[in-house]
């Protein structure tokens, strides 16, 4: 099977409610976002002219347009968090969410929005998110 | 599926008894080490507050209570090795195994030691170790 | 099961014939491969001495023979892009392809040649190439 990846970074602040540590309370990440794809054409002979599965150029500006210019630079709290810290509601890049802003949530967030997004023959398989240097999340298909 | 993984690392000397090259000798690697693990939560919707599969933090303490702190700064050899280099049995940070500690059995030895470790609800499915930074070993359940 | 991996570079220009867009000219990347196999013993149990899957060097040795030895420098354009820049056929770095140099095209090349060079017992699992800092694809068995 044939697949391609494309590499994004976006910074992001975010607290986790009920979390009983440094967490807890605001703060943000470089996140550096994998996200792998797949074509129809996934046997193990040379792909006609022009090559590609599909372009490279597309998906970053699919994933662009869909998830980063989203996320990037934005305050995400979820609204359990936001009911006992209100004066952060009319912050100017607050992102209310319905979820915690975990790593794993981010996650699900970019699946659903990308699969929306992408084309029909074009198949999300493989989403891999640094939240730190050394700590990751991965959703796969 | 969703996973999490944290990346350690461990500085390590060892030799490989009966290796017809310069991995004879003793030698030292800065090994760099990912652990992935799984929860029970592996479908695609979000996750509950506080929204992890399983805590980072958690992660690390266990692996670092299991494994790095016994692999860190320690020369790892063979009983084989010793018994004809006999010299450094006597050696304050001699770990002596009964295999030869080459990439793939101290990722079994990882393997063993975190499985015995981790909570009954949390499964490790993958260990990747860089012996350097371009040669690395993978175990996948 | 157990893999071992090892990382190659490789500095290649090519062209895509027939692109809309900057790539459609000659130009140059600085690949970024990683060869992953598995052997036969793929249990979850010590190896016996000396404690291989495969030799990190004999792998490395065969790779650089078969696949890295041959696009390393090189000019690597279609016979269908030559036939409209008919001055580089004589250019001294040329690799003359029936197929586009992709990244996915590339990954088929190496899959195909490797195969042939890696003993019997030795299995290909994976390839992947970075064509730049924040692009890659991938090849699985």
Redesign the interface.
């Known amino acids: ?8 970074r976006f910074e992001m602040a975010h607290a ?4 009983a ?1 440094k967490c807890k309370n605001v703060h943000g990440h470089s996140y550096i976002l994998h996200v ?1 794809i797949t074509g129809s054409s996934d046997n ?10 599909y372009d ?2 597309q998906l970053k500006k699919i994933v662009n347009e869909t998830v980063i210019n989203k996320l990037d630079h934005q305050l995400v709290l ?1 609204n ?1 968090y936001l009911q006992t810290n209100t004066a952060l509601i009319s912050a100017e890049n607050i992102f209310a969410w ?8 981010i ?3 970019i ?1 659903q929005n990308l699969q929306l997004a992408l084309p029909a023959e074009i198949k999300l398989i493989k989403l891999q998110l640094y ?1 730190t ?8 298909c």
Request: hydrophobic share 40%; glycine share 6%.
């Open positions: 099977m044939l697949q391609i990846s494309k590499i994004f986790i409610y009920g979390y540590g792998t193990d002979s040379y792909i006609p002219a022009p090559g590609f599965i490279f150029k979820s359990e319905e979820m915690e802003p975990t790593a794993e949530n996650l699900i967030y699946k939240e240097a050394d700590s990751y999340a991965e959703w796969l």
